[in-house]
T-cell receptor, first 116, second 113 residues
Framework: DAGVIQSPRHEVTEMGQEVTLRCKPISGHNSLFWYRQTMMRGLELLIYFNNNVPIDDSGMPEDRFSAKMPNASFSTLKIQPSEPRDSAVYFC??????????????FGPGTRLLVL | AQKVTQAQTEISVVEKEDVTLDCVYETRDTTYYLFWYKQPPSGELVFLIRRNSFDEQNEISGRYSWNFQKSTSSFNFTITASQVVDSAVYFCANTGANSKLTFGKGITLSVRP
């Protein structure tokens, strides 16, 4: 079975440009998570969706960041305009939440973003 | 709120040595979940284990074992007879009733031949 798929795997862009990261969760999973990993802050949750609905976006840094999940098999994380401090590895993860208890999250390979 | 402390930042061992990675968690939830993930040099995050707060049984999987002690709020991970392929960053994480994973800072394990 395919795992979580993320694209692109690497992105280099210039400050001020729009960046769109994409994620396809594991088929059948109903929860999707976006994380950011930096040396300074470690791994931190940005936003998560359940059944395509954003449940908690308290980790989204600022209005420059937005995330959507138009259907069960696709999500995007957009940064507009991008800044050098956004440089990080962005991970997408998914899980199947069958009850009110959290289940194991499986991570994609990540997108390594560099903003010059 | 959840918190995870991995006091060790870097550990270096020689192949075949046993090594224990420490994890101390904080939570106000009566029901919570603990995880270990591995991040090899290639960068992906690989799930290793999930443990529920109501299940304090230790677990062994091949060379890996986990010791969960609620009395000390610890969930330690031991690799027996370490191998070079075990070199990676290991993250401990927890979550409460919601699904928000809180990660520790990670422990960089280097296994030398």
């Amino acid at each position: 079975d395919a795992g979580v798929i993320q694209s692109p795997r690497h992105e280099v862009t210039e400050m001020g440009q729009e960046v769109t990261l994409r994620c396809k969760p594991i088929s059948g999973h109903n929860s999707l998570f976006w994380y950011r990993q930096t040396m300074m802050r470690g791994l931190e949750l940005l936003i998560y969706f359940n059944n395509n609905v954003p449940i908690d976006d308290s980790g989204m840094p600022e209005d420059r960041f937005s995330a959507k999940m138009p259907n069960a098999s696709f999500s995007t994380l957009k940064i507009q305009p991008s800044e050098p401090r956004d440089s990080a590895v962005y991970f997408c993860a998914s899980s199947f939440e069958s009850s009110r208890y959290p289940e194991t999250q499986y991570f994609g390979p990540g997108t390594r973003l560099l903003v010059l | 709120a959840q918190k995870v402390t991995q006091a060790q930042t870097e550990i270096s061992v020689v192949e075949k040595e046993d090594v224990t990675l420490d994890c101390v968690y904080e939570t106000r939830d009566t029901t919570y979940y603990l995880f270990w993930y591995k991040q090899p040099p290639s960068g992906e995050l690989v799930f290793l284990i999930r443990r529920n707060s109501f299940d304090e049984q230790n677990e062994i999987s091949g060379r890996y074992s986990w010791n969960f002690q609620k009395s000390t709020s610890s969930f330690n991970f031991t690799i027996t007879a370490s191998q070079v392929v075990d070199s990676a960053v290991y993250f401990c994480a927890n979550t409460g009733a919601n699904s928000k994973l809180t990660f520790g800072k990670g422990i960089t394990l280097s296994v030398r031949p």
